[in-house]
């Protein structure tokens, strides 16, 4: 079967072909939609008297929905425009928030949470026009960044609640989550003005 777009005749994509859409109701939005949601509570019981048991059980789901949410968009072919928009963002809330509750609560260093909000803020500052015209995309360091962030704020809280000995260990792994939080962004940087001096 062919469509016509802009007088041109052009094949349809085959099925199980992604597509990207403008629409905003779909099922990978709605996790995500969740996983802000959720971060509300995670980051209250997170405070209040250090991690417990079920501040673990819901920064898990937190975590999970990040992963399900991008599964669900591929595998229903439910990519959108509002979705490629509001994940990173849900990401980079999410992680801030439980970094600021786990810094309260005493479990991680107030750097680690300085460096992680700079970094924010200058890419954002620096890149918000091109992410408006072009989305930058998602390097693989940015992935591993965020996944290493996500598993040591859990493991820091489970840490917390189950296995105090172990706090140091998974400090570590959010400190190498900083660091490669440092790099992605300076990544990000850099991809924008590559294409600012190609725009001229």
Same mark, same amino acid.
């Given at each position: #079967?062919?469509?016509?777009?802009?007088?041109?005749?052009? $094949?349809?994509?085959?099925?199980?072909?992604? @597509?990207?859409?403008?629409?905003?109701?779909?099922? $990978?939005?709605?996790? @995500?939609?969740?996983?802000?949601?959720?971060?509300?509570?995670?980051?209250?019981?997170?405070?209040?008297?250090? $991690?417990? $048991? /079920?501040?673990?059980?819901?920064?898990?789901?937190?975590?999970?929905?990040?992963?399900?949410?991008?599964?669900?968009?591929?595998?229903?072919?439910?990519?959108?425009?509002?979705?490629?928009?509001?994940?990173?963002?849900?990401?980079?809330?999410?992680?801030?928030? &439980?970094?600021?509750?786990?810094?309260? =609560? !005493?479990?991680?260093?107030?750097?680690?949470?300085?460096?992680?909000?700079?970094?924010?803020?200058?890419?954002?500052?620096?890149?918000?026009?091109?992410?408006?015209?072009?989305?930058?995309?998602?390097?693989? &360091? !940015?992935?591993?960044?965020?996944?290493?962030? #996500?598993?040591?704020?859990?493991?820091?809280?489970? =840490?917390?609640?189950?296995?105090?000995?172990?706090?140091?260990?998974?400090?570590?792994?959010?400190?190498?989550?900083?660091? /490669?939080?440092?790099?992605? !962004? &300076?990544?990000?940087?850099? @991809?924008?003005?590559?294409?600012?001096?190609?725009?001229?």
């Amino acid at each position: #079967m062919n469509r016509v777009e802009n007088g041109e005749r052009r $094949p349809d994509p085959g099925p199980g072909t992604p @597509t990207s859409r403008s629409d905003w109701a779909t099922i $990978p939005n709605a996790v @995500t939609l969740v996983r802000l949601l959720l971060l509300v509570p995670v980051c209250v019981l997170l405070v209040r008297g250090g $991690p417990d $048991p /079920l501040a673990v059980v819901l920064l898990l789901c937190w975590a999970l929905t990040d992963w399900i949410d991008g599964f669900l968009a591929r595998r229903l072919d439910q990519v959108s425009r509002v979705g490629e928009a509001l994940d990173p963002v849900a990401d980079r809330l999410g992680l801030v928030g &439980i970094c600021l509750a786990l810094a309260l =609560a !005493g479990l991680l260093p107030w750097a680690a949470l300085g460096v992680v909000l700079v970094v924010d803020v200058v890419v954002a500052s620096s890149t918000g026009r091109s992410a408006l015209r072009e989305s930058l995309g998602v390097s693989k &360091i !940015g992935k591993a960044r965020t996944a290493i962030l #996500m598993i040591g704020v859990f493991l820091l809280a489970a =840490a917390a609640a189950w296995a105090p000995s172990l706090i140091a260990a998974a400090q570590a792994l959010v400190w190498l989550g900083v660091a /490669l939080h440092v790099v992605a !962004g &300076i990544g990000y940087l850099l @991809t924008a003005r590559a294409r600012r001096v190609r725009r001229g």
